[in-house]
């Protein structure tokens, strides 16, 4: 009786993953399909697998270089994300009082704001910031980070203030009272604790930062330092989209990120040999 | 005390960022721009006609390699480019030549525009085709276009739509036969935007018509052009299946496969059609609005020059469009890469298809009429007709209706 | 001295962050309040003309603002709602002891990945074709048309497809939070022989609140500022009965080119949406701390 309690419900998630997979199989199979073939029909197997489309949109893509600025631009932005809303986060949730509360509050406010109503400003900002003080917002790849890391920070810090919240400050104390400093206790002791939360703040920073296309198209312009979803622009239009090669395009884009997701989710969840040992 | 110690602690923090930042981005500068002596060496071009992007990066490499001036190309998605614009101008990181619509785009941005009267190729741009500000040439046509009706030939004969009485009937048969008679599209152009110029187009002065209009002085409702206008919409809804589910992609395909008999589109369909396996010939027939017989052309995007760049890189795009339209690599670009039906006389229009052949025949004896688009109010289609459109398409609503409804969409936009 | 100590690494651990979180969100959300106060197309070079509080008196009248805010909220609520029950389900399920649960994870996660022209594409598609085909199958061809072209259903559509893509992303959070609760006291409940809902209800979902504090406040801010699934699913129509807050404001600035308006529109709404939340968060952040 039991079993079969299990056996149905392997079967509802199989059927689940089946309902909510539907749409990306539309989207593989058609990566393979010219007009004709997908207008006569979207859901059929394509006539051929032949990899035409995924060579001309790797080609056009300007792939390897495309990939490579999205792996520094994500890498390096999400490395500063964690590092630093981490330690921030810590910081509220350990020296309670008002001015951490109005720096807690002031973060997830802003998480309110659609992006579309900062974006001239931010951008006005960004290059009085360029022409003033002479550090190359624009242009660079670095300057991207240094924004990414600015609008990821109210989202990461929400996660980490949860999360902290929730371990025992007798650890610290312990870790203090041996004479280890604020950055040491930090560091060996707390960043440790937080690996399933930080295992979440990446996958989430990661997707978002390494599908953006709107903050990267306003802030890079030489072609050398397009990212993936930027080098993507041929594919769609005036009128019209070639859908074999931006559903190609797609597909090349987030095979990284569900790799990347797959390994990293393994550290949200407690291993089932760990949670015997407790 | 505390206060000083708290904020030189920040102080020191920002410095050492503000430095790295430098540093990292003073490295890559240095990288980028190794080789560049002045600003006139290098220019950038940001347009909004994605089509034609890797075959502009293709001439650009040509000019470079003739001219040693480095021409940099900056990717749009298209929907979202004339904002993309704005910002990149408003931030100072402007790009030297871009691309505007029409004539309120120009306005709106005059203190962008280059004058372009003064270059030599300007005289040879087809009659009205230029775009103006106060009466300085400030923008060259990519092309012209058109619009009508697209047609199979071997189920429309152009004597079954010459006026209102023939095109209702030729649908009434269509409809008799489960052929989709006419097909529009949901996008916002294909929807209305389009098709809602014939009324405007036929007025004497559409320019004018349209100013009347905005101040209230005249009212659609009694326009003999709109109240028939209006008897073509019902027409069209009665007899065809609703055009809100249609994606344009859709519509080519159904008027491929024969399961639509006239779409209302323009010569721009051509590229996609030709992904099709046909086996029936086209062509392009006006709109028969008051029995008209001219199609409709105009131009859709136009070369513009950033005014507020240093006069170096404004000469060094004025350079580069002249090169564009009367060297010989250029030209043949223009027609063979873009595929663009010609808006200067001094260039040659290559081998067309039907839809550009028509165009082409049609602007080049004058027999059209114009795009009365190009005067509307900026971002009406979208914003105020389509939501109308979709009203007519999907509620109860009379052709007589239709107009009165256009009327109030169009006052709700100002 | 301990306390000038304590204040210098609170310095030292939050001023980084604090930096570059202003320059980049804090100060041009400023100028944008700024320009609210301003007659203004959005163009550098043209006029800024100050009107003080007139944007604001304008937007009181602006129908189709106030209709959008309205449709907004609904599709909010709606939303969040549906994200969160189907998100947690889908956790609950993920971490059971299951052979197929690694993949499933990765599997309800995948639509997260999907964003802009290519999700409309596919969900237009859906919606004309898959739905038509399931009515006439089914023979409820009442519920199962194309949505997106009914003014009524073009909403729930926009629910449906935004529940499919963020339903993953909640349930990362919410696996998070399930693997915080410590086996012994699901196995002591189990013992004292808890059904498994009254272990649910009395027992997980208590030790839960904290990722449901943020999973609630995570979708309802992206629910709130949802702007690329609704402009690549309907647009706004039919006939603007789905022009949600953010594309009223987009097509305000950059369409009707008024940006002090659009500006003013953004305030206020922020405003109105900040206090009810903030005031939800600072309610449950005090509960969690009481138990």
């Known amino acids: 009786m039991r079993k079969l309690f299990g056996y149905s419900k392997e079967i509802l998630l199989v059927l689940l993953a089946i309902v909510f997979l539907s749409p990306i199989y539309i989207i593989f199979v058609n990566s393979f399909k010219d007009r004709q073939e997908l207008y006569d029909n979207a859901l059929s197997l394509p006539a051929t697998f032949s990899l035409q489309y995924y060579l001309e949109a790797m080609e056009k893509m300007n792939f390897l270089s495309a990939i490579a600025n999205s792996l520094y631009v994500t890498i390096l932005s999400v490395v500063i994300i964690v590092v630093l809303s ?38 006005q900002f960004m290059s009085s910031i360029t022409n003033n003080l002479n550090i190359p917002m624009y242009n660079t790849r670095e300057g991207l980070i240094f924004m990414n890391v600015g609008f990821h920070a109210s989202l990461s810090v929400f996660l980490y203030h949860g999360f902290i919240k929730s371990i025992p400050i007798t650890l610290e104390e312990a870790a203090t009272i041996d004479g280890a400093s604020k950055f040491g206790v930090f560091w060996r002791i707390i960043f440790p604790m937080l690996k399933p939360i930080t295992a979440t703040v990446m996958i989430l920073n990661v997707i978002s930062i390494w599908n953006d296309f709107l903050l990267p198209s306003l802030t890079l312009i030489d072609v050398g330092l397009r990212t993936i979803p930027l080098s993507t622009f041929y594919f769609f239009g005036e009128f019209s989209i070639q859908w074999n090669l931006a559903m190609a395009g797609l597909t090349l884009t987030i095979i990284p990120v569900i790799i990347f997701y797959a390994l990293a989710q393994k550290h949200i969840i407690k291993g089932i040999g760990e949670g015997a040992v407790k | 005390m505390k206060f000083q110690k708290k904020s ?30 002045g600003s006139a060496n290098k220019i950038t071009i940001f347009q909004s006609k994605v089509e034609i992007s890797d075959q502009l990066e293709a001439l650009a490499k040509e000019y470079t390699e003739e001219t040693g001036v480095e021409v940099e190309v900056l990717g749009t998605t298209g929907d979202d480019y004339f904002q993309q614009l704005q910002i990149r101008l408003n931030s100072n990181q402007g790009p030297s030549i871009f691309s505007l619509q029409h004539a309120m785009e120009a306005e709106k ?21 230029e775009l103006k500000l106060e009466d300085k040439v400030v923008g060259i046509p990519y092309g012209v276009e058109g619009f009508g009706i697209i047609y199979n030939k071997d189920l429309v004969k152009p004597e079954d739509v010459q006026d209102l009485a023939s095109f209702r009937s030729t649908l009434e048969n269509f409809k008799a036969q489960d052929i989709n008679g006419f097909g529009l599209a949901q996008d916002a152009y294909f929807l209305i935007g389009h098709i809602s110029n014939y009324p405007f187009s036929l007025q004497p002065d559409p ?24 008897q073509f919409m019902e027409a069209i809804k009665v007899n065809t299946p609703t055009p809100l589910s249609v994606t344009y992609d859709q519509q080519i395909g159904d008027f491929a496969s024969g399961k639509t008999a006239m779409i209302h589109q323009g010569n721009w369909a051509a590229g996609m059609l030709q992904e099709f396996e046909m086996d029936f010939e086209y062509g392009m027939l006006p709109f028969p609005l008051m029995g008209n017989d001219k199609l ?14 240093e006069e170096g890189e404004i000469q060094a795009a004025k350079d580069f469009l002249n090169w564009m339209h009367t060297s010989e690599v250029g030209k043949k670009y223009i027609v063979e890469e873009f595929g663009f039906v010609p808006a200067l006389t001094t260039i040659e229009p290559g081998e067309l298809d039907p839809l550009s052949q028509a165009v082409s025949e049609a602007s080049n004896s004058g027999d059209t009429i114009p795009w009365a688009q190009n005067a509307y109010p900026a971002n009406i289609v979208p914003n105020d007709l389509t939501p109308f459109a979709q009203q007519f398409f999907s509620e109860d609503m009379t052709g007589e209706q239709f107009v009165e409804e256009f009327d109030n969409a169009w006052q709700s936009a100002q | 001295m301990a306390s000038k100590n304590k204040r210098r690494w609170y310095v030292l651990f939050t001023a980084p962050l604090l ?104 969900w237009q598609f859906v919606f004309l074709d898959v739905f038509a085909l399931f009515g006439e199958v089914t023979g409820l061809d009442k519920v199962f048309f194309n949505w997106l072209i009914d003014p009524q259903f073009a909403m729930y559509g926009l629910v449906f497809v935004f529940t499919w893509q963020m339903a993953g992303y909640v349930m990362i959070i919410y696996i998070a939070g399930l693997q915080g609760i410590p086996n012994e006291v699901v196995e002591a409940s189990k013992i004292d022989g808890a059904s498994p809902w009254q272990r649910f209800s009395r027992v997980t979902l208590p030790l839960l609140m904290p990722a449901l504090t943020i999973s609630l406040f995570l979708t309802l801010s992206s629910a709130f500022k949802i702007y690329d699934v609704n402009l ?33 529109k953004a305030i206020v709404f922020f405003l109105i949406v900040a206090a009810i939340t903030l005031t939800q968060v600072y309610i449950t952040k005090k509960r969690e701390v009481e138990m």
């Not at chain 2, 409709?296 to 760049?309: D, E, F, L, P, Y």
């Open chain 1, 86 to 123: 981490s330690m921030t986060a810590w910081m509220l949730v350990r020296t309670g009082g008002k001015l951490s509360t109005i720096i807690f509050m002031t973060f997830i406010a802003t998480m309110l704001i659609p992006f579309q109503t900062l974006m001239m400003p931010l951008m």
């Open chain 2, 8 to 37: 030189l602690g920040s102080l020191v923090l920002v410095l050492v960022l503000l430095l790295l930042a430098a540093c990292g981005g003073g490295q890559e500068e240095g990288s980028t721009s190794s080789g560049e002596e």
């Open chain 2, 109 to 129: 941005l005059k203190s962008y525009v280059a004058d372009l009267s003064a270059e030599e190729y300007v005289k040879d741009i087809a009659p009205n085709m």
């Open chain 2, 207 to 230: 320019t004018d018509f349209i100013s009347k209009l905005n101040a209230g002085e005249v009212t659609m409702a009694q326009t003999p052009e709109f109240q028939e206008f209006g």
């Open chain 2, 296 to 309: 409709a052309v105009g131009t859709g995007n136009n070369w513009a020059i950033n005014s507020q760049k």
């Open chain 3, 19 to 122: 930096l570059i979180f202003t320059t980049v969100v804090l100060i041009p959300f400023l100028i944008g309040i700024y320009y609210a106060f301003f007659e203004w197309d959005g163009i550098a070079a043209n006029p800024k003309v100050f009107v003080g509080m007139e944007n604001f008196t304008s937007l009181l009248q602006d129908e189709r603002f106030l209709e959008s805010a309205w449709i907004t909220t609904l599709f909010t609520v709606l939303s969040v709602i549906a994200i969160n029950v189907v998100g947690l389900a889908f956790a609950l399920l993920v971490t059971s002891k299951l052979r197929t649960s690694n993949v499933a994870r990765t599997m309800l996660f995948m639509p997260y990945l999907i964003g802009g022209l290519i999700l409309g594409y596919i």
């Open chain 3, 232 to 264: 690549s699913l309907t647009g706004g129509g039919p006939a603007n009965s789905t022009e949600m807050f953010a594309m009223n404001i987009y097509n305000e600035i950059f369409g009707s080119g008024n940006y002090g308006l659009g500006q003013a």
